[in-house]
């Protein structure tokens, strides 16, 4: 950690003119904190050592820019992040409360296709972040917590890894046309009440503790399962919704849905086309 610190001005000198010459900056994950789990205080004690410096070389980034290695930013309330911005590895935001969207045009994805690694973009307690970029590719897993001010995924995303939000209160809707290539977790969303139209679920989704959350009643194409669980207000499924053969449909109260949803849903159990549990 503590080699960062002692480049001293020369080597902060390098790393800009590297930024100036081709607006490509390697991060060496040795000398950037990440913690894919919590983070214990002595872990954030080394972060917030660093974090300054780390933060004078990104803010001086343009946009179209490459960051090629773990990432973690923590506690910084003027964080803004630059337009078409690609980065390989894990990227970490934490309570960084200017940060008001990811900025479009980024890309979370791989350089090298052979690397197995499975990656992360993981959000927490920034309360002014309120979407997502639009026009994105995430091939990391996307985890959000604790955004308070979180409304949207954003437009016309496609995200290939697993999307997790939970605990952004304001969350109300996952927007059209956004492709979902592994399963979606949506949990403790007070205020989620839509998922848009031309959404494809195909890896699945599991819904909890959405009690705003009424019908399900866009063009959805689901996945090979759905999990419903305590979202008492969602009485309706739409025929319009599509699901994949063999889908299984765990839910807590089949009861809770209207009429034509349970024959729909039934129907389909009949002919061997989905599996309630």
Do not use: W
């Amino acid at each position: 950690m503590n080699n960062f610190e002692n480049q001293g001005s020369a080597g902060e000198e390098t790393i800009q003119k590297q930024i100036q010459d081709s607006a490509r900056l390697h991060i060496d994950p040795e000398k950037i904190a990440y913690d894919e789990g919590s983070i214990d205080e002595n872990t954030m004690a080394v972060i917030m050592d660093v974090m300054p410096e780390n933060y004078q070389v990104l803010e001086k980034l343009g946009p179209n820019s490459l960051i090629d290695g773990n990432v973690l930013l923590a506690d910084i309330p003027d964080l803004q992040l630059e337009q078409n911005t690609i980065y390989t590895k894990n990227v970490n935001l934490i309570r960084c409360d200017g940060l008001e969207a990811i900025p479009e045009g980024s890309v979370f994805a791989k350089v090298d296709k052979n690397d197995r690694t499975s990656y992360i973009l993981n959000i927490q307690k920034c309360k002014n972040l309120k979407q997502l970029a639009s026009r994105s590719m995430f091939d990391y897993k996307v985890t959000v917590s604790d955004c308070p001010s979180l409304t949207s995924l954003g437009q016309n995303n496609i995200f290939q890894d697993m999307v997790k939000i939970s605990n952004c209160s304001e969350m109300r809707e996952i927007e059209d046309n956004t492709t979902f290539r592994s399963s979606v977790i949506l949990e403790n969303l007070d205020n989620f009440e839509s998922i848009g139209d031309n959404i494809s679920l195909s890896g699945g989704i599991e819904v909890s503790n959405c009690p705003n959350l009424k019908s399900i009643d866009k063009h959805i194409r689901l996945g090979d399962k759905v999990v419903i669980k305590n979202c008492p207000n969602l009485t309706n499924i739409s025929q319009d919704v599509i699901f994949t053969e063999g889908t299984s449909i765990e839910i807590d109260n089949i009861d809770q849905f209207n009429s034509q949803t349970k024959e729909m849903l039934q129907a389909l159990e009949t002919k061997g086309l989905i599996q309630i549990i």
